[in-house]
C-alpha cells in the first residue's frame, strides 16, 4: 500500500480549469480520474480529448459516465473514434447508489471506462 503521507511531492499544482476546451498543463500526468464529471450529461464526450492531451502514453485512466448518457451522449461513439488512442478499454457496470438509497435516482447506474493512453 502506498503511504501517501510519506509523499513530499504527490500534488506538484492544483490549479481549475473547464475540461471542455483545451487545458494547457501540457502532458506530464499518469494517471487520471474522473468521478461525477460525466454524470448529469452537461459536460459531454468531447472534453475525453481533452483529458487525453494531457496524460502521457500508458496513462492509466478511470472515468465514471452516467449509464443514461452513455448512448444518449454520444460516450460509446466517442471511444470508438478514440480506440486507436487507447488501449485495455474495459467497461464495468456500476451502482451510482448504495443498496439502501431512496428516491427518483436511487437505482440509477453508471460505466467506469478503464482505459491506457497509448
Known amino acids: 500500500m502506498l503511504n501517501i503521507a510519506s509523499k513530499k511531492k504527490v500534488y506538484r499544482y492544483l490549479f481549475s480549469s473547464d475540461i471542455t476546451q483545451?487545458?494547457?498543463?501540457?502532458?506530464?500526468y499518469k494517471g487520471i480520474i474522473s468521478s461525477g464529471t460525466f454524470t448529469h450529461g452537461h459536460v459531454g464526450p468531447n472534453a475525453i480529448?481533452?483529458?487525453?492531451?494531457?496524460?502521457?502514453?500508458?496513462?492509466?485512466?478511470a472515468v465514471?459516465?452516467?449509464?443514461?448518457?452513455?448512448?444518449?451522449?454520444?460516450?460509446?461513439?466517442k471511444f470508438d473514434a478514440i480506440k486507436d488512442n487507447i488501449d485495455e478499454l474495459t467497461l464495468h457496470d456500476v451502482d451510482i447508489?448504495?443498496?439502501n438509497s431512496k428516491g427518483e435516482h436511487s437505482n440509477d447506474k453508471g460505466i467506469v471506462a478503464t482505459f491506457l493512453k497509448i
Open 97 to 99: 447508489y448504495g443498496k
Open 49 to 61: 480529448d481533452n483529458i487525453l492531451k494531457v496524460a502521457v502514453e500508458g496513462a492509466f485512466f
Open 22 to 28: 483545451p487545458l494547457t498543463t501540457g502532458n506530464s
Open 64 to 77: 465514471s459516465v452516467n449509464k443514461k448518457h452513455w448512448i444518449e451522449k454520444g460516450f460509446s461513439e
